[in-house]
């Protein structure tokens, strides 16, 4: 049994990308051979390549909220930050508040320079409920006023470029407060060259936490929880997915969110459309049910990303679950040793 002292590593600081690359596709490649235990370097553009006619690729559609706000007090114009989490119902949202003492319940605070109201109606620590006053145009205030949510490990403040390179092509969804950043490598173009070339796409929506970014805590992985996240995917996309399924095509999820999504909606031996939540929790020993094929980012130190990938390493037949661990790890000293970009605006890699 792996602890949490094993997903581990020692990343040096300039590796963290601060930055996307110059365009989406000029991000660098690693492709990953699980059984033959292989590494292949190479550019993302490259993907195309190792994709076969028949295969199916599963891009997660969320739309990531421009949801940090600035804010203040509107009795004493205390200044405040306010991280929108999980919008519960029009005008009403789960939020983070920094720093939390000042913001009571039943106090009113007004956001950045729209003056838009909002009123703590719970605190349950560490969030909070607030409402919005009831207008017209909130959505877009929202958007205006707010701040790209870049992770914590991205030292700089959001500008222009994060609006969009933070965001895929194809965010459709709003409803997450961080990136599906495997699908950030894509362009417009290029999906549709893979499409060309016989590859299905589709889309389920995950909207991923703030609780992606929370490293897991506790040794013991079995009482390890995620937080609950909302997912949803349509029948059409279950319908071609079980055909490229049954037809002996490849799954690929492109990010663990996908994954995760994909892996939640399998039961009773087929996918199966769903809405509701997810606290899919996967980690080693994990038997994955649908998905072949994953293209990921480099993920954080015990973080339940990494977690995910290590299982996924470890599901093939010729591999022990250390054995996959262990090459796992090693494919991060490889992306170390050659300079790999890590974390949101990083590289990739195509595990096989």
Do not use: W
């Not at 490649?29 to 033959?36: A, G, H, P, S, W």
């Not at 700089?156 to 933070?166: A, G, K």
């Not at 407060?177 to 893979?194: C, M, R, W």
């Not at 892996?263 to 199966?272: M, P």
């Amino acid at each position: 049994m792996l602890n949490l002292k094993d997903f581990n590593y020692n990343l040096p600081k300039e590796l963290i990308a601060q930055y996307p690359a110059k365009e989406r596709r000029l991000s660098r490649l690693m492709i990953v051979d699980r059984k033959n235990k292989s590494i292949e370097h190479r550019q993302f553009g490259d993907l195309i390549n190792f994709l076969k006619k028949g295969d199916a690729l599963v891009l997660n559609n969320t739309y990531c909220l421009p949801a940090r706000l600035r804010a203040k007090r509107k009795n004493t114009g205390a200044k405040l930050e306010v991280l929108l989490i999980r919008k519960i119902r029009p005008f009403v949202y789960e939020a983070l508040i920094k720093p939390s003492k000042r913001a009571k319940k039943e106090e009113d605070i007004l956001i950045g320079d729209s003056k838009v109201r909002a009123k703590i109606i719970e605190d349950i620590p560490p969030k909070k409920v607030i409402t919005f006053d009831k207008i017209k145009d909130l959505d877009k205030i929202l958007e205006k006023e707010g701040e790209v949510p870049l992770p914590p490990y991205i030292k700089r403040t959001p500008d222009e470029i994060d609006r969009i390179r933070y965001q895929t092509v194809y965010a459709k969804d709003k409803g997450a407060v961080a990136s599906p950043t495997a699908g950030l490598h894509f362009d417009k173009e290029y999906l549709n060259q893979i499409k060309e070339k016989g590859i299905k796409i589709t889309y389920l929506t995950l909207h991923i936490s703030y609780g992606t970014f929370k490293p897991i805590t506790d040794e013991d992985l079995l009482k390890g929880k995620l937080f609950a996240e909302y997912f949803r995917i349509e029948k059409d996309a279950v319908d071609v997915l079980n055909r490229v399924k049954s037809d002996g095509g490849r799954i690929i999820a492109v990010g663990t969110s996908s994954c995760r999504g994909l892996e939640s909606a399998y039961y009773n031996k087929r996918l199966n459309p769903v809405e509701g939540e997810t606290e899919l929790f996967i980690y080693p020993p994990y038997k994955f049910k649908f998905t072949d094929c994953l293209i990921t980012n480099f993920h954080l130190p015990k973080s339940s990303l990494l977690m995910l990938v290590s299982a996924f390493f470890s599901d093939v037949d010729n591999l022990t679950i250390d054995e996959g661990h262990n090459f796992l790890m090693k494919v991060y000293s490889e992306a170390i040793k050659k300079g790999y970009r890590f974390y949101s605006y990083g590289d990739a890699m195509f595990i096989q």
